[in-house]
């Protein structure tokens, strides 16, 4: 009967008493605490200070022979170091997208839709924050990123740059290098823009006399680096030369000295007599004198 009393007091104290670590450890914030790692820790130790956290989606490793110091201080149960001599603690791991930054941009400065430029995502290890931020110039915040606590988690610059909604011309089709292009290859769409973008084509009447100067899939926005004219004079024709003069018109007959593409100026001469004139091409054949 002593035995059995003395194996009952025996088991309450290894077994009963035990402190119980929990698996697969993985803490929000900056602290690790009593609590973040044993399940029955009494509530007036729990928040009790182990260590501070590593970086967001790293892991600390923990002394179990220090985390016993500590125990030992609360006369709490403490680990056997035969069984376990470290504890692994991942911080969590919560990656701030762009959109949040740009969103709070957008709203708090009146800058319309607001796009980061070359943004590499910033990590933080709490799902808990706020934005704090300072213009710095016309196209830079500085971002901090502020905790429940009001600690900086997080301190960076971004670029970003201002979008609006316009309605651009887009190809419908696939349009090969080189092929010569026609209004009904396009369509419009309503995209989000850079506030200053002098490429975009926005007459669909532009791309007349032009072809494609590379690939371009469906849904590309026209612009005019994609774009090349073709050459609607030729060296050696003849081609109908205009002065637009004050109350009258004057028509010639002219043989190119060389090619010309649309809007672009050329050298000319007469047929008969030689004479060389300069003209701007405004069409298949067909030119502008300028005297």
């Known amino acids: 009967m002593k035995r059995i009393f003395v194996f009952i007091i025996l088991f309450n104290i290894i077994f009963c008493n035990a402190t119980i670590l929990k698996e697969n450890i993985i803490v929000k914030g900056n602290v690790i605490t009593l609590g973040h790692l044993f399940e029955d820790i009494p509530s007036k130790y729990s928040d009790t200070r182990i260590t501070d956290t590593a970086l967001p989606g790293q892991e600390k490793r923990i002394n179990v022979a220090y985390v016993n110091q500590i125990l030992s201080k609360f006369n709490l149960p403490v680990l056997d170091l035969d069984t376990i001599t470290y504890i692994n603690v991942k911080t969590f791991s919560h990656d701030i997208k762009s959109r949040e930054i740009s969103d709070f941009i957008g709203e708090n400065y009146n800058i319309s839709f607001p796009v980061l430029i070359n943004y590499k995502t910033a990590t933080v290890s709490t799902d808990e924050y706020i934005f704090r931020m300072d213009r710095l110039g016309k196209t830079r915040f ?6 429940k606590d009001e600690s900086i988690l997080k301190k960076f610059v971004v670029n970003f740059s201002e979008r609006i909604k316009r309605t651009v011309i ?17 369509g419009y769409m309503e995209l989000l823009m850079p506030v200053k973008t002098g490429e975009i084509i926005e007459d669909i009447n532009d791309i007349k006399f032009c072809m494609a100067a590379k690939d371009l899939s469906p849904g590309t926005v026209l612009l005019k680096n994609i774009i090349d004219y073709a050459e609607i004079v030729i060296n050696g024709s003849i081609v109908e030369a205009v002065n637009d003069g004050t109350g009258y018109v004057i028509s010639l007959k002219l043989e190119a000295m060389q090619s010309g593409k649309y809007n672009q100026i050329i050298n000319l001469k007469g047929i008969n007599n030689r004479r060389k004139y300069r003209g701007r091409v405004t069409d298949e054949n067909k030119v502008v004198l300028i005297f």
């Open 170 to 186: 887009v190809s419908n089709q696939y349009i090969k290098a080189g092929e010569k292009l026609s209004i009904d290859m396009f």
């Open 142 to 147: 500085i971002v901090e990123v502020i905790g």
